[in-house]
Structure formats: structure tokens, C-alpha cells
């Protein structure tokens, strides 16, 4: 046993069980982990081996130890059941894995979209025209922002939870029928990384507003300016910021988000 | 007075019994509550602040169950100021234990709009709201009466066959059925007439599908809610049976582990791909033996919150579907639960409460009608060779979708035709596919038959083999008060007429193998041959 532990061999197939041990059940149960998607899997074993490779062929004495069971498996007369196994375990493999590769199989297409499109630099709301370029939050400049606030809040929960959510993470109790999943407002990547305006074009303007790389096909988000006039739409953008205690991005640091 | 929606000759009376005794002991409760040891504000401060937050947009400023998004959910949100809470671990009439609301706070309640908080608030922030929803009722000021829960014991083993038969003549003899239907659907006499304690309308609970049970799905949970009742609903406890003698702890277990056996053994996984096999004959019944061969595909519904007038309270959760073609045709099996064969007037009553109970898009209340039940099945107009769709939500008017429509009351006939928006639907003229339905206690099981390419193919969608086809389900309960846009929808999906696998794809795999062993004997000979070598030099 304790031969097996000090052979280079052995070691390298160690450490390689070892990896692939760590890396599909360990990191899923760190905090804030989750399942290695089996493409990562493979993308990390490969740098894993490429790394043991090097470790083993590093020093000289070393490579000739760690080639030596390899080669009794092709030479010697009694591993002759070893070495027919392994040529046929090789072959059954490969045969597998090219039949599962040109099998013909119907996979759904991909769904590539584009989450936060360019927006237009104006739309036309209830037949007036908004410039959304530069365009702020007007209601951060009417008085007290609490009423604004309740406004959203009231609009939110009247229209917006069964996708969005009572915690604005987009997990609200409709959103698995759809797909693409409702916005998250909690995720650093929503409303945190967007101009007000954005948001305002978005909820105005629905699904079937997205330009074509955004797939308007898909999307189950309404157009609200069929419900909700420019002001209701505006205090929900507040409400939306305030719950979620994200800053909307401004133009004048950013010059011209997108 | 629910006893009587519920009840039936011996069990009922058992059950009135029983629940009358729950509430002699919440009145027991009522009458010797004093506001004693009220929690001092300080106490609470912390809780309101969360409260306030999210909560209060659903149970309301006061905890009344009254917040803003109060009239767009069924069941409504729960209101505190009453102290009537349906999952307990305490006796029926009785306060909930501190764990049993912090369970549902954490967990949230299955199949209704609350979500489970665990994750989503600290552990202090949810033991602080919790400490603040009680002040809402003066029923848990007396903090010297604490609800004790009921001591429920584990499963009995033994848990095969002969149980749940066992199980299944309980169900009916204690009155089950009364309710939930003789296959559990939820679909019984008195389910037109249940509403909870408040006049708000309430489903009998529909026992396949688990996931949506508002305590949790497993055995175990099943027979904590026979044990304590859902207060507040008309569903009783059965504790007294067991009190009197007329079931033993066992018995009881047995209709839990029977109720659960409805349900599939693992909450449905929704799958992209409708995979339609290749068939020697089209089944054109829904009750085809060949059915039963098929892999059936789960795609849940939701409501049509997307067009006015929209739907928050769509009461078909879900289609399981199956397809197979032969080389001429196809065949797809939709299966629903619903808990009518509407039109139905023995629902009018069910109808009116739910339209009261939720706000409209319309300026005026719609009077309650026997409207049917109806499914429509979407298809583009031609398979796309790229990604882009028509509108998922029935087409546009400059990209229409085909889709088949279905309605009961029309049964064994189905409408083909083009539709152009959520309001515009054009049938085409002799395009009908073959439809026959079925309805079987509380269930809709339809068959929709079509050539793959009708000889009118420039209106008909044609199918093809081996291609990814987007499709897409939509569905009314007429006694739910759904007709017009009011209905449960989904989004795109896929269906593939799968292809026999031709003798050409097997080339390259056995190619590959070959060349493998070949390249495999190499090394192995030249290694051989480079040691005689050796050997032979020494």
C-alpha cells in the first residue's frame, strides 16, 4: 500500500480522482456555490491533467517512474487480462462517446438574447414623445420621495408580484411558466447596473418592445403604458430602487450608459 | 356550518362533532384571553420595520389581509387580526406553536402566492416578524395558555399495497370523497359550494399534485393536516375519530400514505423537448392502451397577466402531454385537471366568489355564466429556421400562429385556424384536426389527430420530422370563470417528431472503434517489440 502511495503513478491518479471528488461534490457545498456545469467539468479536469503531466515529467527520475506501470501493462505476459481489458474498455468508450455525438438528436435551439439591449434613444409613450438619452426620474425632483415611494409600492404589488415577487427577485409565484425568468432586482446584474430611464423604456414598453436580440417573441413582461401612466410608471422605478437599496446608474458619471 | 359541506351520514356527523368541539375550545380560548403581558414595544420595533417592508404589500398595513395585491391572488393573503391559521401543529380551534408560523413564514405555503423566507430574510429578521404579526390579535396576548402541539407519532411500517387499499376505504368512509372527489381531484359533490370562514372561494384540494400542498407534500405532512384540520377552511380535523374510537392512529397513517400514492413520486421536471416517438398506429382515443408507452411530459400553466382583462387566478396548474407519429400523421395526448366538466350551473355560486374576489381590468363586475372548458395547442405558421418566434401569447397581426382549439362544449370537435393577437382568431376552412375527448373524474383527457402535411399546406402548418417545432398550451375552466383571456397560458416549447435512427448514423461510431483497437495494438506491439529488441541486444 505504502509503495502504491509513493509512486508517481498512483499519486497522479490521485490526485486526479482527488479533483474531480473536489470539484463536482465540494464546491457545490461551499456558501454561494453551485453545481459545476459538466462543460466547466471538463474544462478544469483538463487543466488538472495538463498540470499532473507536468508535475510528473519534471524531473526525469520521476517520469521514469511514473511510465513504468504503463509500460508492464504493455509488455508483461501475465497483466495480458489487464491490457485486453483496457484496449477494450478504450474502444467501448470511444464508440459511445462518438455515437452519442452524431446520433440524431432535436435539442431545443439556442435562446441567445441579449439581456439589456440598446435602447432606442426615444420612444413615443401614449402617442408623446420621450427623449429617454439624459432623461432622470422626474418624481426625484417633486418634493418628498415617500409618496412617490407608497405610490410605486402600491402599483408593484398590484401588478408586478405574481412575476417579480414579494422580494423583487423575480421568483414570484407565476414566474416559472415563463421563459425567459422574470428580472431579478436584487442581482447586482438588473436594475444596479442600469440608467432609471432604461428601466422606465422596459416597463413601458413590455416584451414586445425588446428589439429582435432581445427574443420580444418570449417575453411575458407587458407593455404598461397599456396600464400605468408616465407617473405610475416613474414612482415604480423609485419603489423598485428603494426596496432593493440599489443607486441607479446616472448619467453624468457614466456619460452615456447603455 | 361547514359540517354541512362537508359532512355525509356517519362520518359527517363524527366530523360536525369534531369541529364544533374545535370551536368550543377556540371560544374556550376566546372567552378566557385576557390582554395579559402584552409585548412591549420595544419587542416588535424591529419586527414592524420588517413587516412594513414585505409583508405588508400582500397582509396589509394592520395585518388584515388586506394589502394592495390582496384582490389578485386566490387563496387570499392571510389575515392576522383573526388567529385562524390553517397549518398547525396544535389541535383544530387551537392557537398555532411559535414553530408552526415561523415554518410557514420560512417555507412560505406550497401552491399559493407566499414564498418561503428562509433565505431571503436573517434568521433575526424573520424571528422579529414573527414576534410582530402576533401582536395583531389579541388572542396570543395571554402568553399563560401556550398552544401545546399534538404529540402525531411516526408512520407505521408496512406501507405497501394492502395499506393504501386499506387507505383507499377510509378515504371514501370518513368522507374524503365528500370533497376531493373519488379519484382525489378535487372534483366531489360539495366542491362547488366550499368557501373559507371569511366567504372567500376555496378549491378542494386536488391530491396528485403535492407539490401544491400548502403544508408540505410528504406523508408525514398529510397526516398532520387529517390530525389538526386547516382552520378556517372547511377542511376538518380528524383527531376525534381517533378519540372516539371509530379509527385507530394507524388507520389514520393509512389515509395519508393513500392520499400521498396519488401524487407521482417526484414533483414534475420541466423538460424543453416534447419528444414524439415513431409509431406503427395512430391512437386516436385517450384511452389507447398504446398510450401507456409513451414518456409523458409535465408543462405547467400560468395566468394571463400579459393582455387585459388579465387573469390572476387561473385554475388549471398544468398539461401532461404525450405525442407519437407514423410516417403520415401525428397524435397528441392532453391531459388537465379540472375539477368541473363545465358548462356546469352547479358552479355559478364558485364563479361569483371568484369574481368578487379579485379587481378587474374591466370597469364593470362580469355576471357569473356556464362558460366551458377549453385548450388550444399553438403551433407557428412554419417551422422557423432561426430562433425567432412569433409572440408566445398567440401571435401578432403580422406573425400569426397556428394553433388547434378544443372546447367541452363541442367535445369530439376541434378549430383549426390562425391566430393574430390574444382577441383575433381566424378558423380555417377545412382544416379541422380529429379531436376526442374525455372527462373522468376531474380530469380532461383530449386526442388531437392531424396528417403531418395536409394537402392545403399553404394554410395548414405542415410537421416535420426531425425538427425542433415550437408549441405551446393554453387553458380555460369555465367554472373557474374562465373564458375569452381569462386562462391559464405557457410559453414556447419544443416538439420533435423523433426519427428512426438510420443504419448510417452506426458507421462513424464503429469507424472510430476500429481505429482505437488498431492504434491501441500498435503501441502495445511496438512496445513488445522495442523490449525483445533490448532483451535480444543483452
Known sequence: MRAYLRHPFWQAVGLFVLAYLVIVFVIPMLPGSAMVPSSVVLQYMATVLVG??????????????????????????RLKLVRNGLLAAVTLVVGCLTYSQVKASVAAPPNLRSIHPAPPSQITFRGKTITLVGLENPLRKQGEMAP?????????????????????????HFASGFNPLPANFQDNGTIAQLTESFVFWRIAKGGPGLPREGTPWNSAMPAWEDYLTENEIWSVVLFLYDQTGWKPRTWEVSGGAK | MEAEDVGSERGGQVMAVGRLGGWAVGLAILLTAEPTNRLTAQDTTAGKHVYQKWCAGCHGDNGAGDGPAAKHM?????????????????PSGQLPTDADLLRSIDEGLFGTAMPGWKSRLSDRQRRDVLAYIKTFSSFFTDTTQRPQPIAFGSAPGGGGAEALKVGRQL??????RKCHGDQGRGDGPSAPTLKDDAGHPIFATNLHENWRFNGGGTVEDIYHRLRTGLDGTPMPSFSDLLENKFLTDEQLWRVAQYVRS???????????????????????????????????????????????????APAVTGVWVKAVHTADSIALRVVWDDRSESPDTAWLGHIGRVLASLDTDDSTREQPAPWPDQLAVQFPVTIPSGMERPYFLMGSASAPVYQWRW??????????????????FDPLPGGAP????????????????????????????PFRSGRAIPVAFFASDGSNGEHGTR?????????ALDEPVPARVFISPVLAMVLTLGLGMLVVWRAQQKTSYRKGRQ
Not at chain 2, 74 to 90: L, V
Not at chain 2, 487 to 495: K, V
Request: one cysteine or more.
Open chain 2, 171 to 176: 378515504y371514501d368512509s370518513i368522507g374524503c
Open chain 2, 487 to 495: 386562462m391559464a397560458i405557457s410559453t414556447w416549447y419544443f416538439l
Open chain 2, 434 to 461: 380529429g379531436a376526442q375527448a374525455v372527462y373522468d373524474h376531474g380530469q380532461w383527457r383530449v386526442v388531437f389527430t392531424r396528417a403531418l402535411a395536409s394537402a392545403d399546406t399553404a394554410s395548414q402548418f
Open chain 2, 407 to 424: 372546447s367541452s362544449s363541442s367535445r369530439s370537435a376541434a378549430v383549426a385556424g390562425l391566430a393574430r393577437g390574444i382577441d383575433r
Open chain 1, 148 to 172: 412617490h415611494v407608497a405610490q410605486g409600492r402600491r402599483i408593484y404589488y398590484q401588478n408586478c408580484v405574481p412575476c417579480h415577487g414579494d422580494h423583487l427577485d423575480g421568483q414570484g
Open chain 1, 52 to 77: 499532473i503531466l507536468i508535475w510528473v515529467s519534471d524531473d526525469e527520475a520521476r517520469w521514469t517512474t511514473f511510465k513504468e506501470p504503463l509500460h508492464e501493462v504493455l509488455i508483461q505476459p
Open chain 2, 74 to 90: 386566490i387563496p387570499p393573503p392571510r389575515d392576522f387580526t383573526g388567529a385562524i391559521y390553517q397549518i398547525r401543529s396544535t
Open chain 2, 262 to 312: 396519488l401524487s407521482p413520486k417526484e414533483t414534475p421536471v420541466v423538460r424543453d423537448v416534447l419528444h414524439a416517438p415513431l409509431a406503427k398506429r395512430l391512437p386516436h382515443s385517450p384511452d389507447d392502451s398504446a398510450w401507456t408507452a409513451v414518456d409523458v411530459y409535465w408543462f405547467p400553466l400560468v395566468g394571463q397577466i400579459v393582455h387585459k382583462q388579465r387573469w390572476f
